[in-house]
């Protein structure tokens, strides 16, 4: 079988070296840019099945690279890999061409994960912000129903 190949976008030079070593047991880990011009010219050129991008970046931010990327016709799966716990970035992120969403808080094993989920055609967004989503509309409805 072959190993997903991937690419890493993240400005943080200490927290995309913990990545590879999180990564580079189960997948072909092929580069890490640190800004998302850098990303559009690596993903270009690399052609990976997975990119991991943060939001954050300089140059151009991991959303606007992600979008340049899908207006070129790039066909990487797409996992924002964020501090931003925020429903706005994160329906952005999908907007834009992303399929999965993690939070750097989370344990390794989610990014994993959410990697093979991908792989698999799957969407992924991290537990932590899915059980508070559940819970958000949890409350909605329950405040809809209780209504006059």
């Given at each position: 079988m072959n190993r997903a190949r991937i690419l890493i976008a993240d400005d943080h030079r200490m927290f995309a070296q913990g990545l590879l070593g999180l990564l580079e047991d189960d997948?072909?880990?092929l580069?890490?840019?640190?800004d998302g011009q850098a990303l559009v010219d690596a993903a270009q050129l690399l052609n990976p099945d997975v990119i991991i991008v943060d939001i954050s970046?300089?140059?151009l931010n991991g959303l606007?690279?992600?979008r340049r990327l899908k207006h070129e016709g790039n066909s990487a799966k797409v996992i924002f890999l964020t501090m931003h716990a925020d429903d706005r970035l994160l329906a952005e992120a999908f907007r834009?061409?992303?399929v999965a969403y993690v939070l750097k808080q989370s344990?390794?094993?989610d990014l994993i994960h959410a990697i093979r989920q991908?792989?698999?055609?799957?969407?992924?967004?991290?537990?932590?912000i899915a059980s508070e989503w559940v819970q958000n509309l949890a409350d909605e409805i329950?405040?809809?129903?209780?209504s006059p």
């Open positions: 997948f072909d880990l580069e890490t840019v640190a970046m300089p140059v606007d690279a992600v834009c061409g992303g344990a390794g094993e991908v792989l698999e055609g799957q969407k992924y967004v991290t537990p932590l329950d405040g809809t129903q209780n």
